[in-house]
T-cell receptor, first 115, second 112 residues
């Protein structure tokens, strides 16, 4: 059974700092990995999706990397801003040959960027 | 942009009432999902659908049912609401490049 862990559960940084959020998974047979942000009381917003054949994806100040062999993905946020404050979740889709491939979500890292 | 719309953001219902949560997506995705999210428990899959009129139970289907009569619409039904169903309900659809998952804004349901 796939387990997805995000440590730390909470993180507080001063504005302008570069930071890395971590996502670890136990089964490396994955189809893709997706990063989301969730603002309080709202739904999840997709940030980046990395296919299993890719090593990284970039969007603006965000860069997500994937290392399947070590079961890790990182989300790098450059020059953090107060507007980046949110909970960040990763989700892992397994590599199955058929049927529904259940996505496993991490429990998230709550980020606070202090002005 | 993909849009997943949950029609009700906040609902307050009484115990025993029948509750309908509606979700519509505009990207012709085949796969749609209902999750609930509770503090400390993360996202838990209630039901999913991979085609019109097709549905599969997720991890916590008890007390819920779903309906998918049209491809764009996936409804979650609480046949007889109970207080332990007070939660944030999230609808999602999956498709497009890389089979990306898109979520709606969520529906906060309080059962009193």
């Amino acid at each position: 059974k796939q387990e997805v862990t995000q440590i730390p559960a909470a993180l507080s940084v001063p504005e302008g700092e570069n930071l890395v959020l971590n996502c670890s998974f136990t089964d490396s047979a994955i189809y893709n990995l997706q990063w989301f942000r969730q603002d309080p009381g709202k739904g999840l917003t997709s940030l980046l999706l990395i296919q299993s054949s890719q090593r990284e994806q970039t969007s603006g100040r965000l860069n997500a990397s994937l290392d399947k062999s070590s079961g890790r993905s990182t989300l790098y946020i450059a020059a953090s801003q107060p507007g980046d404050s949110a909970t960040y979740l990763c989700a892992v889709r397994p590599l199955n040959s058929g049927g529904y491939q259940k996505v496993t979500f991490g429990t998230g890292t709550k980020l606070q960027v202090i002005p | 942009d993909v849009k997943v719309t949950q029609s009700s953001r906040y609902l307050v219902k009484r115990t025993g009432e029948k509750v309908f949560l509606e979700c519509v997506q505009d990207m012709d995705h085949e796969n749609m999902f209902w999750y609930r999210q509770d503090p400390g428990l993360g996202l838990r899959l209630i039901y999913f659908s991979y085609d019109v009129k097709m549905k599969e139970k997720g991890d916590i289907p008890e007390g819920y049912s779903v309906s998918r009569e049209k491809k764009e619409r996936f409804s979650l039904i609480l046949e007889s609401a109970s207080t332990n169903q007070t939660s944030m309900y999230l609808c999602a659809s999956k498709g497009g490049p890389g089979n990306t998952i898109y979520f709606g804004e969520g529906s906060w349901l309080t059962v009193v």
